[in-house]
DNA sequence: CTGGGGACGGGGCCC
DNA sequence: GGGGCCCCGTCCCCA
């Protein structure tokens, strides 16, 4: 699915995506520059809290994760750098980045979403969305339906899709209202994981490094990806001709070219 | 044209 | 049931 979905390319410094147009305030979490290298190099936390290979599945090329594969130090640079932050509903939040993420200090305010009954809210014709409060049902896009027997089904007034349970809309719904600004450039993310990411293109943290050559990474999946490389079997192969690829869309774009048949 | 890196999205599993 | 975390996948860009 398009990365467009939810924030349509553009360059970050230049415009705050329509999130404001969706509410006008209060975005849940936000990042800020410039970050405290201090804090940086602080805030590598010892390997045994990393261990980013441990629930990795079993595939071909799993053995090239090495141990070297792991985070190498996310900075704990939040606390200490959200001076925008109107509320700072959930530090964890933040902390749930892409990767495994060292241990940060406990935040023992949860978000607004979960701070209240979504049953109850329901019932009441509201909604909570994260640093908005409460917004009637209506004016959060959200409706409840149900189907010909007696489950319920919950669909985005956004885009009218439709869910099983209250909780995977709710965050579908976040993916409209981009609840998670960058502070650097403002752009705004449905996840707080997905904004850590972003950050780190801001900060040039790497924490993912490869463990046959020097590269690193801010994304694991590049990571992953970038693995491929170094091996000879590749994951995605042409069943026309068995020539492997490093990822799924270099498959396509090889097939979509005329794949000849013929091995490489 | 191909290969690879960077950035980022949603779904789903697990706790 | 909700949130954290991870995987898979895609698009864009560049060498």
């Given at each position: 699915?398009?990365?467009?979905?939810?924030?349509?390319?553009?360059?970050?410094?230049?415009?705050?995506?329509?999130?404001?147009?969706?509410?006008?305030?209060?975005?849940?979490?936000?990042?800020?520059?410039?970050?405290?290298?201090?804090?940086?190099?602080?805030?590598?936390?010892?390997?045994?809290?990393?261990?980013?290979?441990?629930?990795?599945?079993?595939?071909?090329?799993?053995?090239?994760?090495?141990?070297?594969?792991?985070?190498?130090?996310?900075?704990?640079?939040?606390?200490?750098?959200?001076?925008?932050?109107?509320?700072?509903?959930?530090?964890?939040?933040?902390?749930?980045?892409?990767?495994?993420?060292?241990?940060?200090?406990?935040?023992?305010?949860?978000?607004?979403?979960?701070?209240?009954s979504a049953s109850s809210l329901e019932a009441e014709g509201y909604v909570?969305?994260?640093?908005?409060?409460?917004?009637?049902t209506?004016?959060a896009g959200l409706s409840v339906a149900k189907d010909s027997q007696t489950r319920k089904a919950f669909n985005c007034k956004?885009?009218n899709k439709e869910y099983l349970s209250l909780g995977a809309l709710k965050m579908h719904i976040?993916?409209?209202?981009?609840?998670?600004?960058?502070?650097?450039?403002?752009?705004?993310?449905?996840?707080?994981?997905?904004?850590?990411?972003?950050?780190?293109?801001?900060?040039?943290?790497?924490?993912?490094?490869?463990?046959?050559?020097?590269?690193?990474?801010?994304?694991?999946?590049?990571?992953?990806?970038?693995?491929?490389?170094?091996?000879?079997?590749?994951?995605?192969?042409?069943?026309?001709?068995?020539?492997?690829?490093?990822?799924?869309?270099?498959?396509?774009?090889?097939?979509?070219?005329?794949?000849?048949?013929?091995?490489?």
């Open positions: 699915m398009p990365r467009s979905f939810l924030v349509r390319k553009s360059a970050c410094s230049r415009r705050r995506p329509n999130y404001s147009e969706l509410h006008d305030s209060s975005p849940e979490f936000t990042f800020q520059q410039p970050y405290d290298q201090a804090h940086l190099l602080a805030a590598i936390p010892p390997p045994e809290v990393l261990n980013p290979t441990a629930s990795l599945p079993t595939l071909i090329w799993d053995s090239l994760l090495a141990p070297q594969a792991q985070p190498i130090g996310w900075a704990s640079l939040l606390p200490q750098e959200v001076p925008r932050a109107v509320e700072l509903t959930s530090l964890s939040d933040e902390d749930s980045g892409k990767g495994s993420q060292p241990p940060s200090p406990p935040s023992p305010a949860p978000s607004s979403f979960s701070s209240t909570a969305f994260p640093g908005l409060g409460q917004l009637p209506q004016l956004y885009c976040r993916s409209h209202t981009l609840p998670c600004v960058c502070g650097t450039c403002g752009k705004a993310f449905s996840r707080p994981w997905l904004l850590q990411g972003h950050v780190r293109t801001h900060t040039g943290e790497k924490p993912f490094s490869c463990s046959h050559c020097s590269r690193a990474f801010a994304d694991r999946s590049n990571l992953r990806a970038h693995l491929q490389t170094h091996s000879d079997v590749k994951k995605y192969q042409c069943k026309t001709c068995s020539r492997t690829f490093s990822r799924m869309s270099l498959l396509h774009k090889h097939q979509e070219s005329g794949c000849s048949g013929a091995p490489r």
